[in-house]
């Protein structure tokens, strides 16, 4: 097995034990692939930039006052986490709103003290196990999807229509240990899923969707 065979199969497993929104696994000639993926791979880089901007930026500001996520997908951003107090939530809202290429921004940031290494591990550990039932349920593209936990309550992105969105909703409202399931999708058509498909990529135009209800 060559070193890159062994670098992608390896990667898959992090990708699938992490709970990630993409699925990445190494073909047989050795290169790596992103399946079921919604998004175009330039989209995929923009979220990744915007994750990486946002998540140091917030931390060199905000330090031990505040603990915050940054999860982008589709150019949507959501904030998860704790901070000290409301300046510091309209803050990072604030500070988003300027970054370029943010189409939108769901600030659930909680005012209140850091959550505990506890807190956050049990977390991750409630996320890896929706992120498998969501690979096992049928006619689910789950790794179109991203999964965020926060305090056991559920945030989910993604580009679904309708149907799969309610399907998604209610896989992870059935999970054990769940508070409260928040979804923010881009809800498309069948045909637009259909011609997202086939091209494998995502029009940046998606209108922003809430089906909370």
């Known amino acids: 097995m060559t070193r890159l065979m062994r670098w992608s199969l390896g990667f898959m497993t992090v990708t699938l034990l992490s709970g990630c929104g993409i699925l990445a696994v190494g073909a047989v000639t050795g290169t790596t692939t992103v399946l079921a993926d919604r998004r175009s791979p330039g989209v ?7 994750q990486l901007e946002a998540g140091n930026q917030l931390v ?12 982008s997908f589709n150019q949507k951003v959501l904030l998860t986490g704790e901070a000290k107090d409301a300046d510091i939530k309209g803050g990072a809202g604030a500070y988003l709103k300027e970054l370029k290429n943010v189409r939108s921004i769901f600030n659930e940031i909680i005012i209140g003290p850091n959550s505990s290494f506890t807190a956050r591990a049990n977390d991750t550990y409630l996320a890896s196990r929706i992120k498998t039932q969501m690979i096992f349920t049928s006619d689910l593209p789950s790794n179109s999807m991203n999964i965020v936990v926060e305090a056991s309550n559920v ?15 209610k896989v992870a409202s059935n999970t054990s240990g769940v508070k409260q399931v928040f979804v923010f999708f881009d809800i498309i058509s069948d045909a ?3 011609r997202l498909e086939q091209e494998g990529k995502a029009d940046r135009s998606q209108p922003n969707t809430n089906v909370n209800n």
């Open 155 to 169: 945030y989910l992105m993604g580009i679904l229509t309708k149907a799969e969105a309610d399907r998604a909703k």
């Open 60 to 71: 060199k500001r905000y330090g031990d006052s505040a603990h915050i996520t940054v999860t």
């Open 44 to 50: 995929q880089a923009i979220d990744l930039g915007i």
């Open 192 to 194: 637009e899923r259909l």
